[in-house]
């Protein structure tokens, strides 16, 4: 039986669970070529059905209870609003309110009429379309955190045990987190976290105030905290801290403000004077503190280590560092790439569990995130064919039989410091690339860093990139590894002197800590034999693993748009399924 969970909103996904497995699982902007997009995904819903041959599903779920009218913003819109930015104009009218209490109400006034306009007549239309995407299903709605919760189900080693979940973000369904215990194939909330006392939100305010864009932009600022002097960071950190706090009487953040309104509040207590690195250290240690205040209190209070996380502030990954180092802290699971893209999986599960009664002993546990499109050589050779590429551009294609395969070939390249664009095998779901949509290089040189941020990828200089390190090696490099497996760049770890000199290029550059994805010969066969080529050639057990995607666009999911991705940038070398193009 099908069960299609759908998240509609900023990172719109739709995923595919057939009998208790996820099949698929597609994010709109892979298609609509639109990042972060907004609104309702027809296209990976068109493109699920197309692929599994399903004429009618009988189960859909659909993440939110509240919803505006930006759940139908078109592909269109979702690249113009890109193009010229999102600033919220009342900032600093909000700001001046926020000295002047007198001017605050009336702009909250004015608040509740927009917000009643936005969310006018958006029910009757989504049922509308719903029926008309789906006229036989059954459609069921989730809350936001729940489905956050569900969503790290299919990740537990072991669903009969109980666990402790943990959720946080910046809003969703008028919450910001929630404390859960997961037993016996149920999961039953105990605490909820309001919007007004959102650490997510907090933290986006900084983003806000650094000339980022929120709820995309977090990850630069927890890059660039490392850099800033302790003692300046330090009293950002201190002035943070009397904003919010963990409560452990009530298991809940408590707020001195209301932090949806943070921006403002920033703005109007002068923090903008503090430097641009001691704003990130502030943040970002205030995130980490906070984190770990709410971990410590909800294993005394329920007396259970064994942690789950989902909810995008856990896409954090040197919070998550902090938090499995916690003695407190028994097992610790991330749900990978834990923002608003894995609702769509806690749906669907959600849903599944329902069915079953709370039984989840056919629940299959998902191995991998490679959840995506595929395509053959055939298919790829025909895109090569239809595309315009230059004369001077080298196609080849590599025997997979011989030696001197596809893998060998662009593991050779990777000793000779060379770039490579991959594009092989099925694209992988979620927000990092794990080698099937990826740009490597090889991590012994810092010039590397300069071709990839330059040529091809336009990164912030200082934000560093992630390793594929074989699986076999992880102990060689990686500091405090224990058991712990980590294949999906959710966490990251302190790094050996060997890393230093083998990794180098591909480590955190002011902190030395890696943010690896552990590959496993039985997780992608192809892309370990490519590491394992590499390791022959040079000794080494890791390679560069960065985004295959241009610069303010999503990775690259399909044949013409790897190709695309590779003729408009200074990227020398693609391996684009078992055939290699080079530009001479």
């Given at each position: 039986m099908y069960i299609l969970g759908i998240h509609i909103g900023h990172d719109s996904t739709a995923v595919l669970l057939k009998d208790g497995e996820v099949m698929e699982a597609m994010s709109e902007e892979r298609l609509s070529r639109a990042k972060k997009h907004r609104g309702f995904p027809f296209l990976s819903i068109a493109y699920i059905k197309q692929k599994y041959g399903i004429n009618s599903i009988e189960e859909v779920v659909v993440v939110g209870m509240k919803y505006g009218h930006e759940i139908f913003a078109t592909a269109e819109q979702n690249l113009e609003s890109?193009?010229?930015?999102?600033?919220?104009?009342?900032?600093?009218?909000?700001?001046?309110g926020f000295r002047y209490p007198l001017l605050n109400k009336v702009v909250n006034v004015r608040d509740k009429w927009v917000e009643k306009r936005a969310y006018s007549g958006v029910e009757e239309k989504l049922k509308a379309l719903l029926t008309e995407q789906f006229p036989s299903a059954r459609i069921t709605r989730i809350?936001?955190?729940?489905?956050?919760?569900?969503?790290?189900?299919?990740?537990?080693?072991?669903?009969?045990?109980?666990?402790?979940?943990?959720?946080?973000?910046?809003?969703?369904?008028?919450?910001s987190g929630s404390i859960n215990i997961y037993k016996?194939?149920?999961?039953?909330?105990?605490?909820?976290?309001?919007?007004?006392?959102?650490?997510?939100?907090?933290?986006?305010?900084?983003?806000?105030?650094?000339?980022?864009?929120?709820?995309?932009?977090?990850?630069?600022?927890?890059?660039?905290?490392?850099?800033?002097?302790?003692?300046?960071?330090?009293?950002?950190?201190?002035?943070?801290?009397?904003?919010?706090?963990?409560?452990?009487?009530?298991?809940?953040?408590?707020?001195?403000?209301?932090l949806n309104r943070a921006t403002p509040y920033l703005i109007a207590n002068n923090y903008y004077l503090h430097r641009?690195?001691?704003?990130?250290?502030?943040?970002?240690?205030?995130?980490?503190?906070?984190?770990?205040?709410?971990?410590?209190?909800?294993?005394?209070?329920?007396?259970?280590?064994?942690?789950?996380?989902?909810?995008?502030?856990?896409?954090?990954?040197?919070?998550?560092?902090?938090?499995?180092?916690?003695?407190?802290?028994?097992?610790?699971?991330?749900?990978?790439?834990?923002?608003?893209?894995?609702?769509?999986?806690?749906?669907?599960?959600?849903?599944?569990?329902?069915?079953?009664?709370?039984?989840?002993?056919?629940?299959?546990?998902?191995?991998?995130?490679?959840?995506?499109?595929?395509?053959?050589?055939?298919?790829i050779k025909k895109a090569i064919d239809d595309y315009d590429l230059d004369s001077s551009i080298k196609v080849s294609y590599c025997d997979p039989k011989?030696?001197?395969?596809?893998?060998?070939?662009?593991?050779?390249?990777?000793?000779?410091?060379?770039?490579?664009?991959?594009?092989?095998?099925?694209?992988e779901w979620g927000a990092r690339a794990l080698?099937?949509?990826?740009?490597?290089?090889?991590?012994?040189?810092?010039?590397?860093?300069?071709?990839?941020?330059?040529?091809?990828?336009?990164?912030?200089?200082?934000?560093?990139?992630?390793?594929?390190?074989?699986?076999?090696?992880?102990?060689?490099?990686?500091?405090?590894?224990?058991?712990?497996?980590?294949?999906?760049?959710?966490?990251?770890?302190?790094?050996?002197?060997?890393?230093?000199?083998?990794?180098?290029?591909?480590?955190?550059?002011?902190?030395?800590?890696s943010r690896p994805q552990m590959v496993q010969k039985q997780t992608n066969p192809e892309y370990h034999a490519l590491i394992s080529n590499f390791e022959k050639l040079t000794g080494v057990g890791g390679i560069l693993n960065t985004s295959f995607n241009l610069h303010g666009e999503p990775n690259v999911e399909k044949p013409i748009d790897a190709l695309r991705t590779f003729v408009l940038s200074g990227l020398p070398h693609l391996a684009i399924g078992n055939y290699l193009l080079s530009k001479e």
């Open positions: 890109r193009k010229h930015g999102s600033v919220p104009a009342d900032n600093f009218l909000r700001a001046i809350e936001h955190h729940l489905a956050h919760a569900w969503a790290t189900t299919p990740f537990l080693p072991d669903t009969k045990k109980p666990y402790l979940i943990l959720t946080l973000d910046g809003a969703g369904d008028d919450l016996d194939g149920k999961i039953e909330r105990k605490h909820s976290i309001l919007i007004k006392d959102s650490i997510g939100l907090l933290y986006a305010a900084v983003v806000d105030l650094l000339g980022m864009a929120r709820n995309e932009h977090e990850f630069k600022v927890m890059g660039l905290a490392p850099y800033a002097k302790a003692s300046a960071g330090e009293k950002v950190y201190e002035k943070l801290k009397e904003l919010v706090s963990f409560d452990s009487e009530r298991m809940t953040f408590v707020s001195k403000i209301p641009f690195d001691s704003l990130a250290y502030g943040i970002q240690k205030l995130a980490e503190e906070s984190i770990k205040e709410m971990v410590r209190a909800s294993v005394a209070k329920y007396g259970m280590g064994d942690i789950a996380v989902g909810g995008g502030v856990f896409m954090n990954v040197k919070a998550n560092q902090y938090v499995r180092e916690m003695n407190e802290v028994k097992s610790f699971i991330v749900t990978p790439s834990c923002g608003d893209e894995s609702l769509a999986i806690g749906a669907a599960i959600y849903r599944y569990s329902e069915r079953n009664k709370g039984d989840l002993g056919e629940l299959k546990t998902i191995e991998n995130l490679y959840l995506g499109s595929e395509y053959t050589d055939e298919e011989d030696d001197e395969n596809i893998e060998y070939k662009v593991a050779e390249l990777l000793a000779k410091n060379s770039v490579v664009g991959r594009f092989k095998g099925r694209a080698g099937n949509r990826s740009i490597l290089a090889n991590p012994t040189s810092r010039e590397n860093v300069k071709l990839i941020n330059e040529m091809i990828k336009g990164r912030d200089f200082w934000m560093p990139f992630a390793t594929s390190i074989l699986y076999e090696r992880r102990h060689d490099y990686l500091e405090g590894v224990d058991d712990y497996v980590a294949p999906y760049m959710a966490i990251t770890f302190n790094t050996k002197p060997k890393a230093h000199k083998d990794l180098i290029a591909a480590l955190h550059p002011y902190d030395l800590t």
